[in-house]
C-alpha cells in the first residue's frame, strides 16, 4: 500500500494496526487557510463490510462514543462512508497503550513505580465514572458497561494523559446489536467472575477489570493467564488472587487492600463505583513531598522511552510534510463527504444523519435499520423523508396569498435518486412501522367487539394511577355502572358515572350487573337450658366410699388493736340553740 491515500476528506499517511474488525490509519484533514490536523482514521475491514453483525458492532461504537465527551476517553469526531467503507474518525494518541508500557518494564525485570500505577488506575476510574454514569438528553441513564478493559484499549500518552479507548463492544441500553446468550464478548484474562458466568453485569464489572490491571502494573505479571483458553476461563472464574506484597514487596498493606477489594468476587463487597476505587488511590498519589501527576508521568515516558519519542516526533513532521495527491480536491471532498457522514463529532454528538443531511435522532433504531437495509441492498435507493410542504415559519404575519406560496423543506426535497427510482419503496423503517401496527391490533383483538360497559362487583375506591400509593379520588359502590376506556396491566381506565376517569382493578369489573347483596342471617339465638328429669324412683344405689380430702389448715387471723377512742368535751346545749325568729 502506497501512502499516502486520498480517503474521502482525509489523507491516509500510514498504516498503525490491523484487528479482527477495523484497521487503523493515521491521516490527516484539511480545512481553510491551510489548516490540517492528524486523526485516527479506523476503517471496517473490506471483508466485513456487508456483515450486518460487525457492521450494527461498528456503528454501535461511534453511537456511544461520540456521547462521551470526557478527557479520559478517546474523542470521536465522525462516523461516515467511503466507497462502501464505514470508518470512524477519531482524537489520535501520541504514545503507547498500557500493554506495551507493561512488555517495556517485564523485558526490564522491574515493576512500574506505584505512584506512576496509581495514577494511571485513579485517570482510568475517572472516565470509566463518567461512562457509567452518563444519561441521554431526558435525564435516563445510558447504562454504559465497557466490557473490555484491557492494557490495549488504555492508551498513555507521552504528556500525560491516560484515555479509555474502544466501544466495539460495550454493553448500553440503546445498543442495535445484542449479544446472544452463551458468547462472551472481551478478552478472556481480563474479564470479571460475572461477565464469565453470564451474568447480568453492571459498572462494577469494568471496577474489576480495573482491578486486574493494577495487579499486573504494580506485580508485572498476569493474574488470571492460563495454560490455555479453558483454564484460564477456571482461573477467572474462581477468581483467586494471590496477595500482590508477595510478588512485589514495596506494596504497602493499605495499598494491597485497595487492590484485592477491587478485585472481591462478590459484586456486593466490591467498590460500588469507579469513582470509589479512585478517591482510595489519591493517598498513594504522594510521591516524596510532591503529589504525582501528569508532569511527572511525563518524565518517567521520556526517561523509560526517550529514543521512541524522538523517533515518533520527526516521523510525525515528515508526515504532516505530505502533500495530497495533484487530484486530491480538499473542497471538493469535504462537501461529498458530508452527504455520506453518519455521526457527527463534538458539536454534533447526539445526531446521526442518513445520507442526506437530515438530522434524526441517534438513538432511533428504526432509521438505523432502514439505513443498515439500504447498505446491505446497495441497488434499492437509500431511505429519504417524502417531501411535505410546510409554511415558512420566517414569514410572519403574511398575508393567506403569500402563505399558499409554501416550499418544501431543505431537508424533505426529494434527491435526484428519488426522483429516478420514482415513488419511495418500503424499506425497512415502514416495513418496522406496519409491524408494530399489527402486533398492536393483535394484541388488542381480544377486546375488540367487547362492550365498554361494566358493572362494580364490590365497592372500589377511585385511583388516578395503577401505583399502589396513587391517591384517592372517591368511591363507588357495588354495582355502580361504569364505562371502560383502555385495558392494561391488570387495571382498566373506566369513566365515572360522575364522569371522572379513575383506574379500577380489572377482576373486580362485571359484564353483567351484579344481583342484590345476600342478606345476612340472623344471629341464633341461646338455646333454653336443658330440663333433666328426675330418675325413677328405685332402689337407693350404695354410697361410695367416701374419699379423704385435704383441708388447709387455716392461718389464724392476727388481731388488730381497736382504735382508740377520743372523747371530746360536748359543749353546752344552749351554744347550738337558734332564737325563735331566726331563719334557718
Known amino acids: ?104 518494564f517485564r523485558e526490564e525485570g522491574r515493576y512500574i513505580p506505584l505512584p506512576a500505577a496509581a495514577f494511571i488506575a485513579a485517570r482510568m476510574c475517572e472516565g470509566l465514572d463518567y461512562a457509567h454514569r452518563k444519561t441521554d438528553p431526558g435525564g435516563r441513564p445510558l447504562g454504559v458497561v465497557h466490557r473490555d478493559v484491557s492494557p490495549q484499549n ?26 446472544e446468550a452463551g458468547v462472551l464478548k472481551g478478552k478472556l484474562g481480563y474479564m470479571s467472575p460475572d461477565q464469565m458466568r453470564g451474568l447480568n453485569i453492571d459498572q462494577r464489572s469494568d471496577i474489576f477489570s480495573a482491578g486486574i490491571l493494577l495487579f499486573e502494573m504494580v506485580t508485572g505479571s498476569r493474574l488470571f493467564q492460563g495454560e490455555s483458553d479453558f483454564s484460564t476461563m477456571e482461573r477467572v472464574r474462581a477468581a483467586k488472587v494471590p496477595p500482590p506484597s508477595k510478588v512485589n514487596p514495596r ?8 487492590i484485592l477489594k477491587a478485585l472481591t468476587v462478590e459484586r456486593e463487597n466490591r467498590y460500588q463505583w469507579a469513582s470509589e476505587l479512585k478517591a482510595d488511590l489519591q493517598q498513594f498519589l504522594i510521591d516524596g513531598t510532591t503529589i504525582y501527576d501528569a508532569q511527572h508521568l511525563t518524565a518517567e515516558l521520556e526517561r523509560e ?142 377486546r375488540q367487539g367487547q362492550s365498554p360497559i361494566r358493572y362494580l362487583r364490590s365497592t372500589q375506591a377511585l385511583t388516578t394511577g395503577t401505583a399502589p400509593n396513587s391517591p384517592h379520588t372517591g368511591e363507588l359502590p357495588r354495582g355502580t355502572r361504569v364505562e371502560v376506556l383502555n385495558w392494561t396491566e391488570g387495571f382498566a381506565a373506566v369513566r365515572a358515572p360522575n364522569g371522572k376517569i379513575a383506574y379500577l382493578p380489572a377482576d373486580s369489573l362485571s359484564k353483567t350487573e351484579p344481583g342484590p347483596e345476600p342478606a345476612v342471617a340472623p344471629a341464633p339465638s341461646p338455646m333454653p337450658p336443658t330440663v333433666t328429669a328426675p330418675p325413677a324412683a328405685g ?20 388481731r388488730v388493736a381497736p382504735k382508740a377512742q377520743w372523747n371530746l368535751p360536748q359543749p353546752p346545749s344552749d351554744q347550738w340553740s337558734l332564737p325563735e325568729n331566726a331563719k334557718p
Do not use: C
Request: without cysteine.
Open 1 to 104: 500500500m502506497d501512502f499516502p491515500i486520498a480517503f474521502g476528506r482525509y489523507l491516509l499517511l500510514d498504516h498503525i494496526a490491523t484487528g479482527g474488525m477495523a484497521e487503523v490509519f493515521r491521516a490527516k484533514t484539511f480545512g481553510v487557510e491551510g489548516f490540517e490536523r492528524m486523526v485516527a482514521i479506523k476503517r471496517i475491514l473490506s471483508n466485513l463490510a456487508y456483515d450486518a453483525d460487525f457492521l450494527n458492532m461498528f456503528i454501535d461504537e461511534a453511537r456511544i462514543a461520540v456521547q462521551l465527551t470526557h478527557a479520559n476517553i478517546v474523542q470521536i469526531y465522525e462516523l461516515g462512508r467511503h466507497e462502501e467503507q464505514h470508518y470512524i474518525a477519531m482524537e489520535y494518541v501520541f504514545g503507547r497503550d498500557l500493554r506495551q508500557i507493561l512488555e517495556h
Open 154 to 179: 488504555i492508551l498513555v500518552s507521552f504528556d500525560g494523559a491516560v484515555k479509555i479507548t474502544d466501544f466495539g463492544i460495550a454493553k448500553a441500553k440503546d445498543r442495535v446489536s445484542k449479544t
Open 251 to 258: 506494596i504497602t498493606p493499605a495499598f494491597e487492600r485497595v
Open 305 to 446: 522511552f526517550s529514543h521512541d519519542i524522538k523517533l515518533g516526533m520527526r516521523e510525525i513532521e515528515n508526515l504532516m510534510r505530505m502533500k495530497p495527491p495533484a487530484d486530491f480536491d480538499a473542497a471538493g471532498a469535504n462537501a461529498a463527504a458530508q452527504k455520506e457522514t453518519l455521526a457527527g463529532g463534538p458539536g454534533n454528538s447526539d445526531t446521526i444523519e442518513l445520507g442526506l443531511g437530515h438530522p434524526t435522532e441517534i438513538l432511533d433504531p428504526s432509521l438505523l435499520a432502514a439505513k443498515l437495509e439500504a447498505i446491505r441492498r446497495p441497488e434499492a435507493p437509500i431511505f429519504e423523508a417524502p417531501t411535505v410542504e410546510t409554511p415558512r415559519p420566517d414569514l410572519g404575519f403574511a398575508s393567506q396569498t403569500e402563505m399558499s406560496k409554501v416550499e418544501p423543506v431543505p431537508w424533505l426535497r426529494p434527491s435526484p435518486r428519488q426522483r429516478q427510482s420514482g415513488p419511495l419503496l418500503l424499506t425497512a423503517a415502514g416495513a418496522v412501522a406496519v409491524a408494530a401496527v399489527v402486533v398492536a391490533l393483535v394484541f388488542t383483538s381480544g
Open 539 to 558: 332402689p337407693a344405689p350404695e354410697a361410695e366410699p367416701r374419699r379423704k380430702q385435704f383441708v388447709r389448715p387455716m392461718t389464724p387471723k392476727r
